[in-house]
T-cell receptor
Framework: EPEVTQTPSHQVTQMGQEVILRCVPI?????FYWYRQILGQKVEFLVS????????KSEIFDDQFSVERPDGSNFTLKIRSTKLEDSAMYFC?????????????FGPGTRLTVL | GQNIDQPTEMTATEGAIVQINCTYQ??????LFWYQQHAGEAPTFLSY????GLEEKGRFSSFLSRSKGYSYLLLKELQMKDSASYLC?????????????FGTGTQLKVEL
């Protein structure tokens, strides 16, 4: 069964450093998403991406964040200058428009720790 | 804005049935999803409703009433492995991205 994959599984970085989180969505999916979950809190929407552009973003997704689909398979989230409060689990998700319940399927997540 | 409420914790016995409720207030409603999340892992899809009524999927069923802003997830024949957090999430089409807005999750503990 196809699945969303994410790398790395755990990223430790120093405050102020740039990080890039990588995702490979399910191959026939057309919508891509990033969510984050701070430890002990709820899953929060960051950004959605369709047809090579951002379709929606939340208040969390400020100028420090960017997304890119550099090729036909990868979808990345970049944080330019990390802050302590960026420490969270970051989930990538994807969905298709064709058939089924149009569900978003989540990757296993990247745990980002900012020191 | 979006507002989703679900109980924080529930406890049930192995083999029993448990119902997890979710109430929501939202604009641009476009479906309600239930996900299961084990600690430290990703949410995994369980069930989905876009129209009123009951959707059954094996041991899991979900119900939706759009007029009441209410849904529930029913888990039958509980197993120890069902101990997890159950997330109610509302999809909205306002903003164009069909994002999911999650509740805080209901931590279910299944006991012998």
């Amino acid at each position: 069964e196809p699945e969303v994959t994410q790398t790395p599984s755990h990223q430790v970085t120093q405050m102020g450093q740039e990080v890039i989180l990588r995702c490979v969505p399910i191959s026939n999916h057309l919508y891509f998403y990033w969510y984050r979950q701070i430890l002990g809190q709820k899953v929060e929407f960051l950004v959605s991406f369709y047809n090579n552009e951002i379709s929606e973003k939340s208040e969390i997704f400020d100028d420090q964040f960017s997304v890119e689909r550099p090729d036909g398979s990868n979808f990345t989230l970049k944080i330019r200058s990390t802050k302590l409060e960026d420490s969270a689990m970051y989930f990538c998700a994807s969905r298709t428009l064709t058939g089924g319940p149009d569900t978003q399927y989540f990757g296993p997540g990247t745990r980002l720790t900012v020191l | 804005g979006q507002n989703i409420d679900q109980p924080t914790e529930m406890t049930a016995t192995e083999g029993a049935i448990v119902q997890i409720n979710c109430t929501y207030q939202t604009s641009g409603f476009n479906g309600l999803f239930w996900y299961q999340q084990h600690a430290g892992e990703a949410p995994t899809f369980l069930s989905y409703n876009v129209l009123d009524g009951l959707e059954e999927k094996g041991r899991f069923s979900s119900f939706l009433s759009r007029s009441k802003g209410y849904s529930y997830l029913l888990l039958k024949e509980l197993q120890m492995k069902d101990s997890a957090s159950y997330l109610c999430a509302v999809r909205s089409f306002t903003g164009g991205g069909n994002k999911l807005t999650f509740g805080t999750g209901t931590q279910l503990k299944v006991e012998l």
